[in-house]
């Protein structure tokens, strides 16, 4: 018998804490679950953010953050789950970056922490209380990591660019306030 050290045991507890939030969020896109606003209501929101088909942003979005927590708290896929979910987050930061940093102020600060915390673990690896570990690790290979988080970094780049053209179109030729 293997004994579990100290290592896996902060894994899981990262890997339970922090997908069991993220498919929290995700199921409030998804589902309406929690008080969300489902497919509908979120890819409304999507839209008057900026990000464009709402319903396909609501779907992507909800899929990325529930698919990419269960599997996070599963410990299975863990590249790909931590790097879904950090794609997610690098989405909502950009939404909330213009109110700062901290939270309280409507900042990045915890879209930022799950995202992060996602990639951190997807580098990391899942520990041997996982069911990576039981599989042989046969979907958490190391060059699975950079292919992961790098085809996640572009996803996420091209949609948050997008988003921000958008958002600069519907502001030309809106006029400022001159004087106050």
């Known amino acids: 018998m293997t004994c579990i050290d100290r290592r896996d045991l902060g894994l899981l507890l990262l890997r339970l804490g922090t997908g ?3 498919a929290a969020h995700g199921s409030q896109k998804l589902f309406g679950w929690f008080g969300g606003g489902g497919i509908e209501g979120t890819g409304q929101f999507m839209d008057s953010i900026g990000y464009a088909p709402g319903k396909v942003s609501a779907t992507a979005a909800g899929v990325a953050e529930t698919g990419g927590g269960l599997l996070l708290a599963l410990g299975l896929a863990t ?8 794609g997610a987050m690098a989405g909502a930061s950009a939404v909330h970056a213009p109110n700062g940093f901290f939270n309280q102020e409507g900042g990045f600060e915890y879209a930022a922490s799950l995202g992060l915390t996602a990639a ?3 580098v990391a690896g899942p520990g041997r209380l996982s069911l990576d570990h039981v599989l042989g690790h046969a979907a958490d290979r190391g060059w699975m990591v950079p292919v992961a988080l790098g085809v996640t970094a572009a996803v996420a780049a091209v ?5 921000g053209r958008r ?9 400022g306030v001159l004087f106050e």
């Open 120 to 122: 951190g673990l997807a």
């Open 167 to 175: 958002l600069r179109k519907a502001r030309e030729g809106q006029q």
């Open 20 to 22: 069991g939030v993220l």
């Open 79 to 86: 590249p790909a789950a931590g790097a879904a979910a950090a």
């Open 159 to 163: 949609a948050v660019g997008a988003r």
